[in-house]
């Protein structure tokens, strides 16, 4: 330990010799930085990383495209939503060939230009797709009230957030250690990381430039040597223990939490929000009688292997050869959090 105070933290990755240790990037922006910074590169053979749930793209599952499809073919509603949506997989096809069957598909680039949309065409049923975890939820919240503050009787949410506490309980077996994503606990603050302690999972929060997470993955490293379960927060510049209470009020002013499905990884308690009661105007699935909805995912795609951290994405058969960004044959490969998107981009360099 003295000896690696004087080291750098390259030179703690570089060196270390000891038993194969495990680490999962929870977020997938950390999982493509990794690979674009050369990090990977330096990772001796003793350390694998692997790949978590930290896409929201990836994470979704193959009904919500279906109930999307849904929406804009059987109720001829407009459906607004992040690019990386339209190309995913669903049962039968995605909202690129709905689009090609007349549906109407909108990119947007965030829940208020989705709302904006609505305001601006009142004679269209707009419905957003509303993706993502503790980062991406205040701003689907604030684009609720705002229709609410509008009466706005033509704008809903397809909701399908999700909240990382019930996730990293499910997971923390699959890894020595996380790197826990500096963006959500920006939102959420350290508690929750700092309880999981307790349980025995062991972490680090992390940002995303170079210095960040080399320094993460050295502190990973040296903590796990002294054998005990741990938390460092290593981007004390964004994360702090409060975290956001900005954005902790307006969402759960607007949302509540309910069970929620992961591609790959089924229902997980309390791991979603859906909207409280005072908003169930804005809900889609109301709004509109949908009925529950069970997608297929191609049975070729190991996508809910890649997100658990069971095999890696050169480890599916159709990796490069049927399964490429041009044409994804499963959601970890259209998204640019995705896992199989990074290691198909970077040229499959894979260690550990
Ligand atoms: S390579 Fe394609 S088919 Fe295989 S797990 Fe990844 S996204 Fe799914």
């Known amino acids: ?104 598909v909108q990119i947007v680039y965030s829940p208020i230009d989705a709302y904006e949309y609505a305001r601006d065409h009142l004679d269209e049923q ?3 797709l509303s993706v993502g975890f503790e980062t991406t939820t205040p701003a689907s919240c604030l684009a609720v009230k705002k229709a609410k503050g509008a009466e706005l009787k033509n704008f809903a949410l397809l909701t399908a957030n999700k909240t990382m506490p019930g996730v990293y309980k499910t997971l923390k077996n699959s890894a020595d250690a996380f790197l826990y994503p500096g963006h959500v606990h920006a939102i959420t603050g350290t508690e929750l990381c700092e309880s999981l302690v307790n349980e025995g999972v062991s972490g680090v929060i992390t940002g995303f430039t170079a210095n960040e997470i080399m320094t993460a993955l050295a502190v990973v490293i040296t903590k796990l040597q002294e054998g005990e379960s741990f938390f460092k927060n290593c981007y004390p510049r964004v994360v702090t223990y409060e975290g956001s209470k900005a954005a902790q009020t307006i969402v759960s002013e607007v949302m509540e939490d309910c069970d929620s499905e992961w591609r790959g990884l089924g229902i997980i308690k309390n791991s979603g929000l859906k909207l409280k ?15 529950k909805v069970e997608g297929r995912s191609n049975p070729a795609c190991r996508c809910g292997d890649v997100l658990q951290g069971k095999c890696k994405p050169s480890d599916c058969k159709v990796f490069g050869k049927g399964c490429t960004p041009l044409h994804p044959v499963g959601a970890c490969m259209v998204s640019n959090e995705g896992a199989c998107s990074a290691y198909y981009q970077y040229g499959g360099k894979i260690n550990g």
């Open 1 to 104: 330990m003295a000896e690696n105070v004087k080291k750098t933290a390259k030179e703690i990755i570089e060196s270390y010799d000891g038993p194969k240790i495990r680490i999962m990037e929870v977020c997938g922006t950390h999982t493509h930085e990794i690979f674009r910074l050369g990090i990977r590169n330096i990772i001796p053979e003793n350390i694998e990383l692997i790949s978590g749930p930290g896409c929201p793209v990836c994470v979704t599952p193959v009904g919500f495209i279906d109930e999307a499809i849904m929406l804009a073919l059987d109720h001829n509603a407009t459906i607004c939503t992040f690019g990386d949506l339209v190309r995913v997989p669903g049962s039968e096809m995605n909202l690129a060939g709905a689009r090609s069957k007349g549906a109407k």
């Open 126 to 128: 707009v419905v957003f």
């Open 277 to 291: 009661e005072a908003y169930k105007e804005f809900d889609a699935r109301d709004k509109f009688h949908l009925g």
